[in-house]
């Protein structure tokens, strides 16, 4: 099974960057994914890992460190449209993903 | 548009009644899943099939049932509603492959009163 773990809730200034971070542990692990999820609708594929080490996205970011159970998503620049939940999910060699209870980032002007 | 159709949108339902949400992809995934998400717990995975003909339980099955007679469709079913079934479902598919990410349906609100 998995236990994954994040913020519940974090704020930040428009323009300003934001890291959630989302610690894991897995019986199995075969990758990492980050979904966002606007209020009222379904979530949307942000990032994957699998392998150590920073992805980069445009604006958004994912790292990962399997020996340490650990990764985060970095947000930069944000945008009031960034508000919304994020979701850490963690996929096993089942092909089966399981995903933490979300981090609820706003967006303050 | 090609995607995942999840019906009903919306449905209030008495309690001990059967019921089936629908899940039809066009995207030729072999894998689909069903996740229920509550309030602070996030997303529970149900049940999945990695391909038609199989499925298989995820973390809450109980009280659920689902069939995969085809690639495309994934229907879940209520055999006898309880309140705690009250959630907001999601249908996903995924081609399967290491960096297959999950495509999600626009999701069931189901009220069992």
């Known amino acids: 099974g998995q236990n994954i773990d994040q913020p519940t809730e974090m704020t930040a200034t428009e323009g300003a960057i934001v890291q959630i971070n989302c610690t894991y542990q897995?019986?199995?692990?075969?990758?990492l994914f980050w979904y966002q999820q606007h209020a009222g609708e379904a979530p949307t594929f942000l990032s994957y890992?699998?392998?150590?080490g920073l992805e980069e996205k445009g604006r958004f970011s994912s790292f990962l460190s399997r020996s340490k159970g650990y990764s985060y998503l970095l947000l930069k620049e944000l945008q009031m449209k960034d508000s919304a939940s994020y979701l850490c999910?963690?996929?096993?060699?089942?092909?089966?993903?399981?995903f933490g209870a979300g981090t609820t980032v706003t967006v303050r002007a | 548009i090609a995607g995942i159709t999840q019906a009903p949108t919306s449905q209030i339902l008495a309690a001990g009644r059967r019921m089936t949400l629908r899940c039809t992809q066009d995207m030729r995934h072999n894998a689909m899943y069903w996740y229920r998400q509550d309030l602070g717990l996030g997303l529970r995975l149900i049940h999945y099939s990695n391909t038609a003909g199989t499925t298989g339980k995820g973390e809450v099955p109980d009280g659920y049932s689902v069939s995969r007679a085809n690639t495309d469709d994934f229907p879940l079913t209520l055999a006898s509603a309880v309140p705690s079934q009250t959630s907001v479902y999601f249908c996903a598919s995924s081609d399967g492959t290491a960096t297959g990410e999950l495509f999600f349906g626009e999701g069931s609100r189901l009220t069992v009163l």
């Open positions: 999910a963690v996929r096993d060699r089942d092909y089966k993903l399981s």
């Open positions: 897995t019986s199995g692990f075969n990758g």
């Open positions: 890992n699998v392998l150590d």
